[in-house]
């Protein structure tokens, strides 16, 4: 594996780590995993109580989610950078309101802050990698990944000129 070559690099790199690891941690070790975000683990579980189904789920898709931000690191996607910036955001949100609503234990909002601070981390990795680089900020910049089949790798020539 190659080491991330950019400051917003650097933080996909961690929270892909960490969600790899806590992935694994969910799948081989369930309790852990249910007490590290605050939650009750029971002795027994009554029946239809599917709490370690979906735990099982949820630790497979964190695992998954920690390979995918790694692979992102090592081909340097920015455009996927940008993305999980708006919908880390998103998830600080939605677990922000499920604890103030009580749906889920006080000690659940770490998991939002989690979410929100690795938003802000990103986005700041983002803006101080243009700045050092000089390049501009958008959307479709030069460092969106490879050309699609059938785009050209660069600008067109003008009409007229010789190659």
């Known amino acids: 594996m ?14 892909g780590v960490l969600a790899l690891l806590l992935g694994a941690l969910g799948l ?9 975000l605050g939650f009750e683990v029971p002795a027994r579980r009554a029946a239809g109580d599917y709490t370690g189904t979906f735990l099982i789920a949820s630790s497979m898709a964190s695992f998954n989610m920690g390979v995918y931000y790694l692979l992102a690191v090592a081909t340097e ?3 996927f950078y940008r993305f999980t910036v708006v919908f880390r955001l998103v998830t600080f949100t939605v677990f922000t309101l499920i604890v103030l609503a009580d749906v889920a ?11 929100g601070l690795g938003a802000l981390a990103t986005a700041v990795g983002l803006r101080w990698d243009a700045r050092r680089a000089g390049a501009p900020t958008s959307v479709d910049g030069p460092d969106d ?3 699609a089949a059938g785009e050209s790798a660069g600008p067109a020539p003008a009409a007229g000129t010789v190659r």
């Open 77 to 79: 996607w920015r455009a």
């Open 145 to 147: 990944g490879p050309p």
């Open 2 to 15: 190659r080491l991330p070559r950019s400051g917003a690099g650097w933080t996909i790199a961690v929270f």
């Open 28 to 36: 081989v070790w369930p309790e852990a995993q249910l007490r590290l």
């Open 105 to 115: 234990p006080d000690r659940f909002f770490g998991v939002a802050l989690w979410e």
